[in-house]
């Protein structure tokens, strides 16, 4: 297939771009800038030139293409609800291009929107479309056109990590590093789920070649990795002391990350496996964490 793919020069779309490739697909990469489209070149991609927030750009792409993939998304967390409503308009766009098709749209949320809020993790089988997380525009957006007939598909991320970037907690990383101490909130109990970058890319083919239409797949390697444990392992490698703090003390130490670092984020992945033939086999994030250059 022609797949046009968003954030292809990203963390986890410029792994995506290689998986395609490799499993024989042609790819088409959104690049907003010369580097980027070099970089695409240099690997057997075609460019198709455009940005997140121009939507014809991303309508004239996804309208190339048999299949379209769209992990593009504005990582500024502390835009995090403006950058949600970006991400919904991209979907707007993309599912127009492909209405009155049988062409796939995959489309990017986070696992926090399984998440049934009673203590268990979140599962593929629940979307609260009143979850008070703004990522659920993503799959709000999705729902509009999968009623429409379009064939939506939906992969959730945990923290995605390699040895250089670990999703929120690359973040949490410098908090650490500023403010001389690795803290965590009460016990630290609370949970993050993670999924390497190449397991996650790998998952998204499978998603593309093997997934079903309005089907959800967590992206999940490890179901959840306590706050406390990461922290330990970011306090030695930064060699800063590892403090508990209480819940009226963490928006003065996290700034807005603090609405990650309190709240248990665990998710499964059973479903997902089940379904498409996933098995999860790089490194862990404890081991990232504690293999990472710190300087």
């Known amino acids: 297939m022609r797949v046009f793919l968003t954030g292809a ?78 991400d919904r308009l991209a979907i707007d766009s993309l599912g127009a291009a492909l209405k009155g098709s049988k062409r796939p749209l995959l489309i990017t949320s986070g696992t926090g929107m399984g998440d049934n809020h009673d203590g268990r993790p979140a599962t593929e089988a629940v979307f609260d479309a009143h979850n008070p997380n703004p990522r659920r525009a993503s799959e709000l957006a999705g729902q509009v056109w999968l009623d429409a007939g379009v064939d939506v598909r939906v992969i959730r991320l945990p923290q995605v990590h390699d040895r250089v970037k670990q999703g929120v907690v690359s973040l949490y990383v410098e908090v650490s590093r500023q403010k001389g101490v690795a ?53 030695a490698r930064l060699g800063v002391p590892v403090a508990s703090l209480s819940a009226e003390e963490a928006p003065a130490h996290f700034g807005w990350l603090a609405m990650f670092a309190e709240h248990d984020l665990s998710a499964s992945s059973i479903w997902t496996r089940q379904q498409l033939g996933w098995e999860p086999t790089a490194p862990g994030l404890i081991d990232d964490l504690q293999s990472m250059h710190y300087s």
């Open 9 to 86: 020069t990203g963390f986890i779309g410029s792994r995506i771009v290689l998986e395609l490739l490799a499993a024989g697909h042609q790819v088409i990469g959104l690049a907003r800038s010369d580097a980027g489209a070099q970089s695409l070149t240099a690997i057997g991609a075609q460019v198709h030139r455009g940005t997140l927030e121009d939507p014809d750009s991303l309508y004239a792409g996804a309208n190339a293409a048999d299949a379209v993939i769209h992990t593009a998304f504005d990582h500024d967390f502390s835009q995090f609800s403006a950058n949600c409503e970006k």
């Open 183 to 235: 803290a965590y909130i009460g016990e630290g109990a609370n949970r993050w789920p993670a999924g390497h970058v190449q397991d996650v890319a790998k998952l998204y083919v499978l998603a593309l070649d093997k997934g079903k239409c309005g089907a959800r797949y967590h992206a999940v390697a490890e179901e959840g990795i306590p706050v406390c444990d990461i922290a330990t392992v970011i306090g």
